[in-house]
């Protein structure tokens, strides 16, 4: 029992300090960190409801020391930024099973991110996890002043090697579009309210959400808290 005594403190600490970001972020630019085009409460975190699932597309280890799941639109402007954060984190920390990121679509602005949330998922089905995850980062680098058109997403999955009538023809899935309505309403259900909003677990058992933008210093101070807090446990 008495090594447990940390827990607790531990996961109060880590969100004390993405919330310190957040505000520092928030109050330094004219912008929010956080499309918020729905209207919501703040993510209930229920560990007994919460974990990886097996439609999920993840990098890194399942089994990681620390999971984030994080809810993201193709059109959210601090989405395209935090995709390239978790990118970087990932290929600094999923190597060694420390680090583990799921990514689920969760698309707000109408049928256009619809559309390209399908795309991600087909390039996934016709080409496999690295194709999921190349088209994903393919959309948003075409993204900035102006989104990319969705007729242009063809054009990208033939640059991935996938054969173009095939990828329109699964844009059209029905096992596709139900995947995507199954990534949002998941999201819903644990009161998502902004992109990008993720949440974070840890081998402990602990929950917790990182709403936001959060920049790549905050997570990266993150896992070394919950690396250091293991070594001295």
Sequence with gaps: MEDNKYIVPLAIIIAALLIGWGFYSTSNNSDTETDTP???EEIPVDPTE???QASDHILG???????????????????KIFHETMTKITDKYAKDGTVAW?????????????????AAECAGQLGGESAFWAMATKIFETSGSSWINVEKLP??????????????????NEEIIKKVQSD??????????????SI??????DVFPMTGNQPYEAIEGMIELVLSEEISL
């Design 155 to 172: 054009a990208l999955a033939v640059e991935l090697g996938i054969n173009e009538n095939e990828f329109n023809n699964c844009l059209k």
């Design 184 to 197: 949002f309403n998941n999201g819903i259900d644990f009161g998502v309210e902004g992109t990008p909003a």
């Design 38 to 40: 729905i209207s919501g």
């Design 61 to 79: 280890d399942s089994n990681a020391k620390i999971k984030i799941i994080t809810f993201s639109d193709f059109e959210c402007p601090y989405c």
């Design 200 to 205: 974070v677990i840890l081998a402990t058992g």
């Design 50 to 52: 919460i974990g990886f």
């Design 102 to 118: 799921a990514f689920r679509e969760f698309p707000v602005h109408g049928e256009p991110t619809e559309i390209k949330a399908a």
